[in-house]
Protein backbone atom coordinates (compact mmCIF):
# COMPACT_ATOMS: atom_id res chain seq x y z
CA UNK A 1 0.00 0.00 0.00
CA UNK A 2 1.55 3.16 -1.12
CA UNK A 3 -1.10 5.44 -0.15
CA UNK A 4 -1.81 6.26 -4.35
CA UNK A 5 -4.94 4.43 -5.30
CA UNK A 6 -5.97 3.86 -8.69
CA UNK A 7 -9.32 2.90 -10.16
CA UNK A 8 -10.38 0.69 -12.14
CA UNK A 9 -7.56 -1.66 -12.05
CA UNK A 10 -8.22 -2.91 -15.36
CA UNK A 11 -10.38 -0.98 -18.06
CA UNK A 12 -11.87 -2.35 -21.63
CA UNK A 13 -12.99 0.29 -23.93
CA UNK A 14 -14.21 0.51 -27.64
CA UNK A 15 -12.74 3.44 -29.67
CA UNK A 16 -15.60 5.51 -30.08
CA UNK A 17 -16.28 4.40 -26.12
CA UNK A 18 -15.55 7.89 -23.61
CA UNK A 19 -14.06 6.63 -19.59
CA UNK A 20 -11.96 7.92 -17.41
CA UNK A 21 -9.48 6.65 -14.97
CA UNK A 22 -9.03 8.16 -10.96
CA UNK A 23 -5.94 8.45 -9.27
CA UNK A 24 -6.42 9.63 -5.40
CA UNK A 25 -3.51 9.86 -3.13
CA UNK A 26 -3.65 10.19 0.75
CA UNK A 27 -0.20 11.30 1.57
CA UNK A 28 -0.84 15.36 1.62
CA UNK A 29 1.49 15.66 -1.59
CA UNK A 30 1.52 18.30 -3.62
CA UNK A 31 2.30 17.23 -7.30
CA UNK A 32 0.59 14.36 -9.07
CA UNK A 33 1.70 12.26 -12.19
CA UNK A 34 0.69 10.55 -15.31
CA UNK A 35 2.76 7.89 -16.70
CA UNK A 36 2.37 5.51 -19.57
CA UNK A 37 3.63 2.36 -19.96
CA UNK A 38 3.10 0.27 -23.18
CA UNK A 39 4.38 -3.57 -23.62
CA UNK A 40 8.74 -3.87 -23.82
CA UNK A 41 8.62 0.29 -23.48
CA UNK A 42 10.01 2.85 -20.79
CA UNK A 43 7.76 4.52 -18.75
CA UNK A 44 6.81 7.54 -20.75
CA UNK A 45 5.95 10.86 -18.78
CA UNK A 46 2.48 11.94 -19.89
CA UNK A 47 1.46 14.91 -17.41
CA UNK A 48 2.53 16.67 -14.29
CA UNK A 49 0.66 18.97 -11.93
CA UNK A 50 2.14 21.05 -9.25
CA UNK A 51 -0.08 23.01 -6.78
CA UNK A 52 -3.65 21.44 -8.61
CA UNK A 53 -1.54 23.64 -12.01
CA UNK A 54 -0.59 21.72 -15.15
CA UNK A 55 3.32 22.07 -15.68
CA UNK A 56 4.29 19.57 -17.92
CA UNK A 57 2.26 17.98 -20.93
CA UNK A 58 4.44 15.93 -22.63
CA UNK A 59 3.20 16.06 -26.49
CA UNK A 60 0.41 13.71 -25.25
CA UNK A 61 -2.51 13.74 -28.07
CA UNK A 62 -5.97 15.39 -27.55
CA UNK A 63 -7.57 12.53 -26.85
CA UNK A 64 -6.04 11.88 -23.61
CA UNK A 65 -7.66 14.93 -20.98
CA UNK A 66 -5.94 15.14 -17.55
CA UNK A 67 -8.25 16.68 -14.79
CA UNK A 68 -6.31 17.94 -11.23
CA UNK A 69 -9.48 19.14 -9.51
CA UNK A 70 -7.48 19.32 -5.82
CA UNK A 71 -4.21 18.13 -4.60
CA UNK A 72 -5.44 14.84 -3.79
CA UNK A 73 -7.06 13.77 -7.22
CA UNK A 74 -5.92 13.38 -10.62
CA UNK A 75 -8.17 12.15 -13.47
CA UNK A 76 -7.29 10.95 -17.29
CA UNK A 77 -10.30 11.04 -19.17
CA UNK A 78 -10.23 9.47 -22.49
CA UNK A 79 -12.29 9.78 -25.88
CA UNK A 80 -11.91 7.92 -29.09
CA UNK A 81 -8.81 5.63 -28.33
CA UNK A 82 -6.75 3.77 -30.55
CA UNK A 83 -5.53 0.10 -30.07
CA UNK A 84 -1.61 1.50 -29.66
CA UNK A 85 -3.09 3.33 -26.62
CA UNK A 86 -3.61 0.18 -24.96
CA UNK A 87 -0.83 0.24 -21.80
CA UNK A 88 -0.25 0.13 -18.19
CA UNK A 89 -1.11 3.90 -16.93
CA UNK A 90 0.35 4.93 -13.68
CA UNK A 91 -0.28 7.63 -11.60
CA UNK A 92 2.07 8.96 -9.53
CA UNK A 93 2.77 12.04 -6.71
CA UNK A 94 4.98 13.75 -4.46
CA UNK A 95 5.91 16.59 -2.25
CA UNK A 96 7.03 19.46 -4.34
CA UNK A 97 9.28 22.26 -3.66
CA UNK A 98 13.00 20.06 -2.24
CA UNK A 99 14.91 20.86 -4.74
CA UNK A 100 13.61 17.74 -6.71
CA UNK A 101 15.11 15.74 -4.31
CA UNK A 102 11.72 14.46 -3.21
CA UNK A 103 10.68 10.63 -3.99
CA UNK A 104 7.64 9.80 -5.95
CA UNK A 105 4.93 7.37 -5.07
CA UNK A 106 3.26 5.54 -7.68
CA UNK A 107 -0.14 3.58 -7.84
CA UNK A 108 -0.68 0.00 -8.69
CA UNK A 109 -1.68 1.04 -12.11
CA UNK A 110 -4.77 0.99 -14.12
CA UNK A 111 -4.61 -1.57 -16.92
CA UNK A 112 -6.61 -0.60 -20.27
CA UNK A 113 -7.35 -2.24 -23.66
CA UNK A 114 -8.76 -0.78 -26.76
CA UNK A 115 -10.48 -2.83 -28.79
CA UNK B 1 18.07 15.10 -18.21
CA UNK B 2 21.23 13.19 -18.62
CA UNK B 3 21.06 10.06 -20.11
CA UNK B 4 22.20 6.50 -17.92
CA UNK B 5 23.00 3.52 -18.91
CA UNK B 6 22.29 -0.13 -17.56
CA UNK B 7 22.53 -3.89 -18.35
CA UNK B 8 19.62 -5.27 -19.89
CA UNK B 9 19.18 -8.00 -17.06
CA UNK B 10 21.44 -9.79 -14.37
CA UNK B 11 20.85 -12.96 -12.11
CA UNK B 12 21.57 -13.24 -8.89
CA UNK B 13 21.29 -16.10 -6.29
CA UNK B 14 19.41 -15.76 -3.28
CA UNK B 15 20.73 -14.88 0.00
CA UNK B 16 24.19 -13.07 -1.94
CA UNK B 17 25.13 -9.55 -2.52
CA UNK B 18 23.74 -7.87 -5.79
CA UNK B 19 25.25 -5.27 -7.38
CA UNK B 20 23.34 -3.03 -10.38
CA UNK B 21 25.66 -0.96 -12.15
CA UNK B 22 24.53 2.36 -14.01
CA UNK B 23 26.92 4.54 -15.90
CA UNK B 24 26.16 8.39 -16.39
CA UNK B 25 29.23 10.03 -18.13
CA UNK B 26 27.14 12.96 -18.50
CA UNK B 27 26.24 13.97 -15.07
CA UNK B 28 26.29 17.53 -14.20
CA UNK B 29 27.04 19.00 -10.76
CA UNK B 30 23.45 19.29 -9.69
CA UNK B 31 22.26 16.15 -11.20
CA UNK B 32 21.04 13.86 -8.25
CA UNK B 33 21.17 10.23 -8.70
CA UNK B 34 17.84 8.19 -8.13
CA UNK B 35 17.23 4.22 -8.31
CA UNK B 36 13.45 3.13 -8.40
CA UNK B 37 12.24 -0.52 -9.04
CA UNK B 38 9.42 -2.22 -10.26
CA UNK B 39 7.86 -5.28 -8.90
CA UNK B 40 5.77 -7.62 -11.68
CA UNK B 41 2.52 -6.46 -11.94
CA UNK B 42 3.14 -3.09 -9.74
CA UNK B 43 4.11 0.55 -10.37
CA UNK B 44 7.64 1.75 -9.28
CA UNK B 45 8.77 2.10 -5.84
CA UNK B 46 11.30 4.21 -4.92
CA UNK B 47 14.97 2.63 -3.57
CA UNK B 48 17.50 5.43 -2.76
CA UNK B 49 19.30 8.36 -4.17
CA UNK B 50 22.63 10.45 -3.77
CA UNK B 51 24.36 13.39 -4.94
CA UNK B 52 27.98 12.76 -4.13
CA UNK B 53 28.53 10.51 -0.96
CA UNK B 54 27.61 6.51 -1.01
CA UNK B 55 24.39 6.27 0.57
CA UNK B 56 22.41 3.29 2.95
CA UNK B 57 18.66 2.86 4.33
CA UNK B 58 16.91 -0.24 4.73
CA UNK B 59 16.76 -1.69 1.97
CA UNK B 60 19.61 -1.13 -0.01
CA UNK B 61 23.24 0.81 -0.20
CA UNK B 62 24.16 3.25 -2.99
CA UNK B 63 28.01 3.59 -3.95
CA UNK B 64 28.56 6.88 -5.84
CA UNK B 65 31.97 6.82 -7.54
CA UNK B 66 34.26 9.86 -6.74
CA UNK B 67 34.24 11.71 -10.46
CA UNK B 68 29.98 10.74 -10.59
CA UNK B 69 30.43 9.28 -14.06
CA UNK B 70 28.78 5.75 -12.40
CA UNK B 71 27.46 4.13 -9.51
CA UNK B 72 25.99 1.06 -8.08
CA UNK B 73 23.05 0.16 -5.87
CA UNK B 74 23.91 -2.99 -4.00
CA UNK B 75 21.44 -5.25 -2.36
CA UNK B 76 23.09 -7.07 0.64
CA UNK B 77 21.50 -10.18 0.34
CA UNK B 78 19.15 -10.82 -2.46
CA UNK B 79 15.98 -12.77 -1.71
CA UNK B 80 13.35 -13.81 -4.10
CA UNK B 81 11.17 -10.54 -3.75
CA UNK B 82 14.07 -8.60 -4.99
CA UNK B 83 13.41 -10.12 -8.53
CA UNK B 84 12.44 -6.63 -9.93
CA UNK B 85 13.45 -3.95 -13.07
CA UNK B 86 16.01 -1.45 -11.74
CA UNK B 87 16.01 1.79 -12.63
CA UNK B 88 18.97 4.41 -12.12
CA UNK B 89 17.47 7.66 -13.10
CA UNK B 90 19.09 10.92 -13.02
CA UNK B 91 17.23 14.00 -12.18
CA UNK B 92 18.55 17.93 -11.95
CA UNK B 93 17.93 19.47 -8.38
CA UNK B 94 16.93 22.69 -9.61
CA UNK B 95 14.74 21.90 -12.44
CA UNK B 96 11.34 22.40 -13.05
CA UNK B 97 8.07 22.25 -11.16
CA UNK B 98 7.90 18.67 -10.38
CA UNK B 99 9.59 16.09 -9.51
CA UNK B 100 9.69 14.68 -13.07
CA UNK B 101 11.80 11.44 -13.67
CA UNK B 102 12.58 10.22 -17.57
CA UNK B 103 13.10 6.19 -17.34
CA UNK B 104 14.96 3.95 -18.78
CA UNK B 105 15.10 0.82 -19.92
CA UNK B 106 16.49 -0.67 -16.52
CA UNK B 107 17.55 -3.55 -15.58
CA UNK B 108 16.22 -6.69 -15.12
CA UNK B 109 17.30 -8.58 -11.91
CA UNK B 110 16.38 -12.17 -11.95
CA UNK B 111 17.17 -14.16 -8.35
CA UNK B 112 17.55 -18.00 -8.18
CA UNK B 113 16.59 -19.84 -5.25
Known amino acids: ETGVTQTPRHLVMGMTNKKSLKCEQH?????MYWYKQSAKKPLELMFVYSLEERVENNSVPSRFSPECPNSSHLFLHLHTLQPEDSALYLC??????????????FGEGSRLTVL | DAKTTQPNSMESNEEEPVHLPCNHSTISGTDYIHWYRQLPSQGPEYVIHGLTSNVNNRMASLAIAEDRKSSTLILHRATLRDAAVYYC??????????????FGGGTRLMVKP
Open chain 1, 92 to 105: ASSQDGTANTGELF
Open chain 2, 89 to 102: ILRDGWGNAGNMLT
Open chain 1, 27 to 31: LGHNA
